[in-house]
């Protein structure tokens, strides 16, 4: 993102714990996220997009504390310095998980109740908060979908699950010379990071203030149609198949014992028709050309 936004010439301080430096931006490194290390970074003017937190799910069930602390308490924590210093504007990204949707419709931002897992509902909470807040700073909230793909910008090629992409596209290739199915799953959404990254672009330049998008492109897809476009061959889905990989983690959801991995056979499908409208903005990229193109 920052490299981004120094591509469009704007000026950029970046915040974390990492060292790197990036040519054409302001690097400030904080030995830990806390906001006592924020305290006299932000200005008058700024637009702030806090893009940390904890995103695995499986690790914030692990660390439930952790996962409130950098998804919910600490960009509140911010948005209230923020606002104290006189910046301008507050962009919080969230995620589409932050409400659990119906299985097979196409929700929209209001879609679906509150998420309850530790990952998103605490995200939820953040949106709530950050939302509430009765400072003069624009905030707003992004509901991104699964996040895949690379920005090249001028610089050197920066990428986004890119080894994960690519792992799936080894493993669907292997497993299509033997096999020509794969388990049936549901259907999920996804966006390119470069959309993405127009879309909070878009955000600033419109000062919207005390709204939620959905960033997702407009095409869905299962694990066939993954593994056809990972593979270069044609895939079909096998309820069978799921039905003896899926036998284990029933027996143990039935004893007590939550397993993600059943979370497979929903479709979670999502619209960005808000954002498209209101914004004018057209996603490009799609996940199936970017796994050919790999």
Not at 114 to 139: C, F, H, M, N, T
Not at 216 to 229: H, K, N, R
């Amino acid at each position: 993102m920052c490299r981004y936004l120094v591509d469009r010439g704007l000026p950029v301080l970046s915040v974390s714990r990492r060292g790197e430096h990036m040519e054409g931006a302001d690097h400030q490194q904080i030995p830990e996220y806390s906001d006592e290390w924020f305290r006299g970074l932000f200005k008058a003017g700024d637009r702030i997009v806090y893009a940390a937190g904890l995103a695995s799910i499986p690790g914030c069930r692990q660390q439930p504390e952790l996962a409130d602390w950098l998804n919910c308490r600490l960009p509140v924590a911010l948005l209230e310095l923020a606002n104290g210093a006189g910046a301008e504007s507050f962009l919080y990204l969230s995620s589409v998980k932050a409400k659990k949707v119906l299985c097979g419709g196409i929700a929209c931002e209001d879609s679906g109740q509150p998420a309850s897992d530790p990952y998103g509902q605490s995200k939820w909470r953040a949106e709530q908060r950050l939302l509430a807040y009765p400072g003069k700073i624009r905030v707003n909230v992004l509901r991104p979908a699964a996040v895949y793909g690379e920005y090249g910008g001028k610089g050197r090629v920066q990428g986004v699950h890119r080894s994960r992409a690519f792992a799936w596209k080894s493993g669907l290739k292997r497993l299509s010379r033997y096999l020509p199915f794969v388990p049936a799953t549901g259907y999920r959404s996804f966006v390119a990071i470069e959309d993405l990254l127009v879309a909070i672009t878009l955000l600033e330049e419109r000062a919207c203030d005390g709204d939620i998008f959905i960033a997702a492109e407009p095409a869905y897809y299962d694990l066939a149609a993954i593994g056809s476009a990972a593979s270069g061959r044609h895939m079909k889905s096998s309820r069978i198949m799921t039905l003896f990989i899926m036998l284990p983690f029933e027996i143990l959801a039935a004893l007590g014992v939550k397993t993600a991995i059943l979370d497979a056979r929903r479709s979670e499908l999502y619209s960005a028709a808000r954002l498209r409208t209101r914004l004018a903005w057209q996603p490009r990229a799609r996940y199936v050309e970017f796994l050919r193109r790999g």
